[in-house]
């Protein structure tokens, strides 16, 4: 009985440090680029939402759970230009300086296989973890559209651990007025019996306590809101931290190069703060010294 709760537990642990660190959107029943043109008119169906979110800024987050299927996707009107986030996003070289402020992130590196470029990401835990005890997967990179009007990309790895699979990261942008630009990113993976046990034997135990953004009913007045949990609170809080780690490197692009790292850690951490409820995991002083530690590392040759 020790043996296999043992096994458990270390399937646990290798499953949900990919499951809770990847911002990769759906498979191919999942979130897919839907062109510049349906992008300006969910822009203009989201903007109500937009002026009255409940994030303090004009952002939805919205997600969905399917059979073997979990998707969550943010839509947001950010003060960036479009052309600065296209020439930012549409290369594969920056998405590691994206990728390694989320906390699961333990070391990212930029490859090429078959000439597609590839964003081979280590994940794992929480906490401060050597390379090789993280999970390695690894993404393609596709520059589905770059025009002046339009940028959509695609980073997707069709295998993750355990029975887990076809994870793809979405993003999507549109100029907007005033030098903004409206976005949207998407993350989703499929999953098996396997994994699906795992994630509830984790949302009943250690994350028993966890919670997503979206309400699940309303309240009275003075009564605080009640939040979505389970399955569909986990990815509501990696999508959210995803996209707050697209936004802090783009806020940081305009630093001098010396000063963008530590600018991008501090904004990350930031803004996760602000919906400590959600995301809140470490203390600030914990975070910013494991990201220098592993910012360093990845800086080092292969």
């Known amino acids: 009985m020790l043996r296999d709760s ?16 990847l911002a990769m959107g759906a498979a191919q029943a999942g979130t897919q680029a839907s062109g510049g043109a349906a992008l300006r008119s969910r822009f203009a169906a989201t903007q109500p939402l937009l002026v009255d979110s409940p994030f303090g800024g004009p952002l939805v987050l919205e997600s969905t759970e ?22 930012a996003l549409a290369n594969p070289d920056r998405w590691c300086d994206v990728m390694i402020l989320h906390l699961n992130t333990k070391h990212c590196r930029r490859g090429v296989e078959d000439g597609v470029p590839q964003i081979e990401l280590r994940v794992g835990k929480k906490h401060d973890q050597p390379v090789a005890a993280a999970s390695l997967v690894a993404f393609g990179f596709r520059a589905v559209s770059a025009t002046p009007e339009y940028l959509a990309v695609e980073l997707q790895a069709p295998q993750g651990p355990f029975d887990t699979h076809d994870y793809r990261i979405l993003f999507e942008a549109i100029p ?9 990113m998407g993350y989703s993976f499929g999953y098996g019996a396997i994994s699906r046990m795992a994630m509830q034997v984790y949302l009943s135990t250690i994350a028993r306590d966890k919670v997503g953004f979206t309400t699940t009913a309303r309240t009275q007045p003075g009564e605080p809101p009640a939040y979505i949990g389970g399955i569909r609170g986990l990815v509501e809080r990696n999508t959210m931290r995803y996209y707050l780690a697209i ?22 951490f930031d803004a996760t703060e602000k919906y400590a409820r959600q995301l809140h995991e470490v203390d600030r002083d914990e975070y910013l010294a494991m990201k220098r530690r592993e910012h360093a590392r990845q800086q080092q040759p292969q």
């Open 6 to 21: 043992s096994f458990l537990c270390r399937c646990l642990l290798a499953l949900l440090g990919a499951l809770l660190a």
């Open 66 to 87: 399917a059979p073997r299927l979990l998707q969550g996707d943010v839509y947001a009107l950010v003060d960036h230009p479009f052309a600065a986030v296209s020439a």
């Open 176 to 184: 907007a007025e005033g030098g903004r630009s409206f976005i949207h």
């Open 247 to 268: 936004d802090a490197y783009l806020g940081a692009a305009s630093a001098p190069p010396a000063q963008q790292m530590e600018k991008r850690l501090r904004a990350w």
